[in-house]
């Protein structure tokens, strides 16, 4: 099949379409440079998502990006795909880590509460990893006395 029939083929399954713009920073320009690629190649094998197109942008030297670093180097990726789910959107979002997200399609989906329900029970468990790992959580704060 030809990629436009592909495309054509996921719109008319009313699977999402997304793109994702995905940096990355390292010390060293191959190390950046070798480990977008392999994420991008991860990322273009998931199970229910159909990449269509990826761009990387040149790497560009950066000078003081972070305390401490005097100067890295940064690599982008745009990429566009079709995701079938939202329970695989979410799953991918955590994932790779873009920077931003754009949704492009469907304008309206039906979603079922058993998908809602998984997306609700991964973002809790994700909230307790980071309590477990000392790195914030829930804050319950007291009522205040009359």
Known sequence: MELRDEINKRKKE????????????AIEEDIVKSAMKKH?????HVKNVFAYEVTFSDITKVE????NVEE????????KFFV???????????????SSIELIGPHKKEID?????DIANVLAGLVHQFAAAGA??????PEEKK
């Open 84 to 98: 079938k789910d939202l329970r695989t959107l979410l799953n991918v979002v955590l994932t790779y880590g873009p």
């Open 136 to 141: 914030g959580g829930i804050v319950i704060t």
């Open 14 to 25: 009313n699977w999402f379409e997304v793109w994702f713009n995905i940096e990355a920073l």
């Open 113 to 117: 509460i058993g998908e809602v329900q």
């Open 72 to 79: 890295a180097y940064s690599q982008v990726v745009k990429a």
């Open 40 to 44: 991008i190649e991860k990322f273009t």
């Open 64 to 67: 003081k990006p972070i305390k």
